[in-house]
């Protein structure tokens, strides 16, 4: 299924099951309840790596708000 990540605008596939890539992803469970706040819907593969990346690099420096 093809989704718009409502964080960056741009398509992407979603396979809404066990076998979606999404499922890959390491995600902290801060930033995920983070997400599920903020958005109503699935982001793409850029827009979650580059919060998981900005999450990571905030904490190593102390600083907060990472979405």
Not at 7 to 32: A, Q
């Amino acid at each position: 299924m093809m989704k718009i990540c409502e964080r960056c605008g741009n398509e992407f596939e979603c396979l809404h099951s066990d076998h979606c890539w999404c499922l890959e992803v390491k995600i902290p469970e801060h930033v995920s309840q983070a997400i599920k706040n903020k958005y109503k819907d699935c982001l793409c593969r850029s827009c979650l790596l580059e919060i998981i990346e900005r999450d990571k690099n905030l904490n190593q420096k102390g600083e907060g708000n990472f979405i």
